[in-house]
């Protein structure tokens, strides 16, 4: 918790394994929970006031790599693990299958999910876009509301980062995604379409966060 400036910590809690990932977009702001990823492949719905764990399921077969909710007011969580497989979950019901699941098809060399992305419909209760980037620098962009791919493309190195970030009128038309990448190039292109795409070198390091600043 935030103290002034300083950040104190208000308590702790024992995990069975490890985290690898976690969002606190998951939810209403005031159901005051976070998301969490391991390396069983366990995805985990935990109180924020009383690190108790609500809910979890088994949701990947390896580590669950990556995590992302589709904004404050949705219940709604993508995930993404070694197992090279994209998940769309609601976690008021994380005992069901999930509602969107792709995965390698058969035959298919398995490629390593680094990371997730997911915008939501204007009422933020549903996801509108999710995304997925890969080991090998593979980018997929699905269409939930229309359940197909929407456009693909292939970077020359891995995917660390995943970001969607909305314009002002919050629709895919004002939306880009910006990938980072292992080699620390920075690309953008219009969230609905692979054309126009924008890139950085920001460093010869690996990308690992990207976030808007409010203006």
């Known amino acids: 918790s935030l103290n002034g400036r300083e950040v104190v910590e208000s308590g702790s809690a024992l995990v069975e394994n490890s985290l690898r990932c976690c969002t606190l977009e998951t939810g209403q702001v005031s159901d005051r929970q976070v998301a969490t990823g391991d390396f069983s492949g366990h995805l985990a719905i935990w109180d924020l006031e009383t690190l108790a764990q609500e809910k979890s399921v088994k949701a990947h077969s390896d580590v669950l790599t990556c995590v992302a909710g589709s904004g404050f007011g949705s219940s709604q969580i993508v995930t993404g693990g070694r197992d090279g497989e994209l998940k769309l979950w609601d976690t008021?019901?994380?005992?069901?299958?999930?509602?969107?699941?792709?995965?390698?098809?058969?035959?298919?060399?398995?490629?390593?999910?680094?990371?997730?992305?997911?915008?939501?419909?204007?009422?933020?209760?549903?996801?509108?876009?999710?995304?997925?980037?890969?080991?090998?620098?593979?980018?997929?962009?699905?269409?939930?509301?229309?359940?197909?791919?929407?456009?693909?493309?292939?970077?020359?190195?891995?995917?660390?980062?995943?970001?969607?970030?909305?314009?002002?009128?919050?629709?895919?038309?004002?939306?880009?995604?910006?990938?980072?990448?292992?080699?620390?190039k920075l690309f953008q292109w219009p969230l609905s379409s692979p054309d126009n795409v924008a890139s950085h070198q920001m460093d010869k390091a690996t990308v690992w966060e990207v976030q808007s600043v409010s203006e």
């Open 92 to 184: 008021r019901s994380l005992d069901s299958p999930p509602s969107l699941r792709m995965a390698p098809e058969a035959g298919q060399a398995r490629k390593q999910c680094w990371t997730v992305a997911s915008s939501a419909h204007e009422d933020h209760s549903t996801s509108n876009y999710i995304t997925a980037g890969f080991d090998n620098g593979d980018i997929k962009v699905f269409d939930v509301r229309n359940s197909k791919i929407a456009w693909e493309t292939s970077l020359s190195r891995g995917v660390s980062k995943l970001s969607i970030l909305s314009g002002r009128e919050d629709d895919s038309q004002k939306s880009v995604l910006v990938a980072g990448t292992a080699n620390g």
